[in-house]
């Protein structure tokens, strides 16, 4: 069984149906019953990692999956949706900034860090305990092309713009997107941080109210500039909002774009460039534009 790192205790997951161990943010001489009840019941108020040796996964709760990496690969993007989110770089396949709020374990964070060698890469995470759980999903220390700022989303945004190129937006919760940033003046504040020809990514979590409140806010922002896409495996629709005027672009000169994308990166782009135009036009044909 592998130590647990300072600051860290273990419980083996069994205790939960799961394989593998289960570490948690915790003191050696914490209750264990009391954690293992309190993890059941879904009232451990701390974000926590299981590890079954092959995959590793960062838990609000027991029901939802955060985040996970697979040990063999640890800097691809396991989740779908993560993927469909990096359709950014169909239109912005050069960024000098992306802009991402919500760490979880970092993957695209990681991937951005990683395989857009001339972009600096910022990441806003409101809890500190994700923050504290970096080192478990080895996303790489702070430097001159990598920062991770712990603010509220809200209180980023209100400061100085600092010109993204793309702004992934991914402050997920149990029900989707943080309710506390579903204000129009939120989305107003986004669109400022944004360079003249920026995209905005959002992932949204399934169809409630709060979450078609999201995306009607982002499209008065955006003045209808709008492509939303499905991601069938996840359940999650992702949001592609463009500053640029000049919308909706050429579809058939990115579909050249996105076949070069695919030989640099392990993403079926030319798929989901299929996906946005479709979107576009349903959006014209109900008068959207």
Same mark, same amino acid.
Request: net charge negative.
């Given at each position: 069984m592998t130590l647990p790192p300072a600051g860290w205790l273990s419980l083996p997951a069994n205790y939960l149906n799961e394989s593998g161990q289960i570490w948690l943010r915790e003191p050696a001489d914490k209750n264990r019953q009391l954690l293992i009840r309190q993890l059941m019941d879904g009232i451990y108020p701390h974000p926590f990692v299981i590890d079954d040796g092959k995959v590793r996964r960062l838990h609000f709760s027991l029901k939802l999956v955060q985040s996970e990496m697979r040990l063999d690969t640890p800097d691809e993007l396991a989740i779908a949706y993560t993927r469909a989110m990096l359709g950014f770089l169909l239109f912005q396949p050069l960024p000098k900034h992306? +802009?991402?709020?919500?760490? @979880?374990? @970092?993957?695209?964070?990681?991937?951005?860090?990683?395989? %857009?060698?001339?972009?600096?890469?910022?990441?806003? #995470? %409101?809890?500190? @305990?994700?923050?504290?759980?970096?080192?478990?999903? %080895?996303?790489?220390?702070? $430097? #001159?092309?990598?920062?991770?700022?712990?603010? $509220?989303?809200? $209180?980023?945004?209100?400061?100085?713009?600092?010109?993204?190129?793309?702004?992934?937006? $991914?402050?997920?919760?149990?029900?989707? %997107?943080?309710?506390?940033?579903?204000?129009?003046?939120?989305?107003?504040?986004?669109?400022?941080? +944004?360079?003249?020809?920026?995209? +905005?990514?959002?992932?949204?979590?399934?169809?409630?109210?709060?979450?078609?409140?999201?995306?009607? +806010?982002?499209?008065?922002?955006?003045? #209808?500039?709008?492509?939303?896409?499905?991601v069938m495996a996840d359940g999650n629709r992702i949001v592609y909002a463009f500053k640029d005027p000049a919308f909706p672009p050429d579809w058939q000169r990115l579909g050249r774009s996105a076949r070069e994308l695919e030989a640099k990166h392990p993403l079926e782009f030319a798929k989901l460039l299929r996906d946005m135009e479709r979107s576009a036009q349903r959006a014209k044909r109900k008068g959207r534009r």
């Open positions: 992306v +802009l991402i709020v919500g760490l @979880g374990g @970092g993957s695209l964070t990681k991937y951005c860090y990683r395989n %857009l060698a001339r972009s600096r890469v910022t990441t806003v #995470e %409101l809890m500190e @305990g994700v923050i504290a759980c970096r080192n478990w999903f %080895l996303i790489p220390p702070d $430097d #001159e092309r990598l920062k991770i700022v712990q603010a $509220d989303a809200a $209180d980023y945004f209100a400061g100085e713009p600092d010109g993204a190129d793309a702004i992934l937006l $991914d402050a997920y919760v149990e029900d989707g %997107l943080a309710p506390q940033l579903c204000t129009l003046g939120f989305y107003e504040k986004v669109s400022a941080h +944004l360079k003249p020809r920026g995209v +905005l990514v959002t992932n949204i979590s399934g169809h409630s109210l709060t979450a078609e409140t999201h995306i009607e +806010l982002i499209r008065e922002v955006f003045a #209808e500039r709008v492509v939303v896409v499905d």
